[in-house]
């Protein structure tokens, strides 16, 4: 009897410690004061910009690596630090910045243990990394303290309470209630020169190219330096628009930057393939990039300002060169036929003179 008392109350006590653990592991209250968050803002800028923005940046919310207990959304399914996007669709800059948020809300997180938790997060993904780089530079802590309750006597009731605050990682206690993720977009621009060469050459005849430029259809690029958009009136600024057919027309010595803005702002994406042909002036010989072969056409990839091959890659020179040999022989052969048809002429003059003479 002794024996069967002694395990019912074994039994009794198992279900009590069970009970227990099972109500101390559903019910942690995110503390509600000044001092702890339980929603933060993601900040994310793209900057130098001049067109409008369509992109896909990912954030990711992962535990510590000492973390003291489990973490769950429900008192039984584990948080899966699932990850959080920011989506730019067409998103217009304001002063050569565009734009978008997105909230990481940690309100509803349970915590099975208390002590001290810790939450990374992190910039991992861009739709179009080449264009828009990764912020990989940025972190913040969401550092969480989960104590139990107590009540008046300072005696734990079991249930917990989680004061959550976030900080720039390795910051040192700076709270934050918004986390800025920024970089600078990939663009850039191209220049195109013209020059003529010959002594047939027409030193203020316009030469047309026609300039296809990577880019969004409707993206709109500035375009620097003298030079015509019609072929006889010159200009020194217009706008070159992706996705329609433009040319641009250049004297001798006339040269445009396309992409790069008064203020200093690149527009032109990186690492795309663009066309720039000339069009018409037949009788000229063209010459692109110092080249020995007339052509007419050239194709390059677009590279960063800071990149070496940036000449090569971004700096686009046509010459022109109309040249025709002085045709000096011809003087030569007819010159002794000049010559006796001029001893005629004066023979048949002194002659007519000598006649009038003897007439007298």
Same mark, same amino acid.
């Given at each position: ?168 990682? +390795? ?32 030193? +203020? ?13 409707? +993206? ?83 590279? +960063? ?56």
């Amino acid at each position: 009897m002794k024996k069967l008392n002694k395990l019912i109350l074994s039994i009794i006590v198992v279900m009590v410690a069970m009970l227990t653990v099972k109500a101390e592991a559903a019910t942690t209250t995110i503390a509600a004061n000044s001092g702890s968050t339980q929603t933060w803002t993601v900040t994310r800028e793209v900057q130098g910009v001049t067109n409008n923005v369509t992109n896909t940046f990912t954030y990711q919310v992962q535990a510590g690596d000492y973390n003291p207990g489990i973490v769950t959304t429900d008192g039984t399914t584990p948080f899966d630090y699932t990850n959080v996007n920011i989506v730019f669709n067409n998103v217009a800059p304001v002063n050569n910045v565009a734009t978008q948020t997105a909230t990481i809300d940690l309100s509803t997180l349970q915590f099975d243990e208390v002590g001290d938790y810790e939450f990374i997060v992190e910039e991992t993904a861009s739709s179009n990394a080449t264009l828009y780089p990764v912020d990989d530079s940025t972190s913040y802590s969401i550092y969480v303290s989960v104590r139990y309750e107590v009540d008046g006597n300072n005696v734990p009731t079991g249930n917990k309470i989680a004061t959550l605050v976030a900080q720039p990682a +390795d910051d040192g206690g700076t709270k934050v209630s918004n986390m800025v993720f920024t970089s600078r977009s990939s663009l850039t621009y191209i220049t195109l020169s013209n020059g003529v060469t010959g002594n047939l050459a027409e030193k +203020d005849q316009y030469f047309a190219f026609t300039v296809t430029l990577p880019g969004n259809n409707g +993206d709109t690029y500035t375009v620097l330096g003298d030079h015509s958009v019609n072929g006889t009136t010159t200009v020194n600024s217009s706008t070159y628009t992706v996705g329609t057919t433009t040319t641009i027309y250049l004297k001798h010595g006339q040269s445009v930057t396309i992409g790069l803005t008064s203020g200093g702002a690149y527009e032109i994406p990186v690492g795309e393939t663009y066309t720039i042909t000339e069009n018409g002036a037949l009788e000229y010989s063209t010459y692109i990039d110092g080249g020995s072969n007339n052509a007419k056409t050239l194709t390059k990839t677009t590279v +960063d300002p800071s990149d070496p091959d940036f000449n090569a890659n971004n700096v686009c020179s046509f010459v022109n060169n109309y040249q025709s040999d002085v045709l000096t022989g011809i003087f030569v052969n007819v010159l002794p036929f000049i010559i006796l048809i001029s001893l005629a002429i004066v023979g048949i003059y002194i002659n007519k003179r000598l006649s009038q003479a003897e007439a007298n």
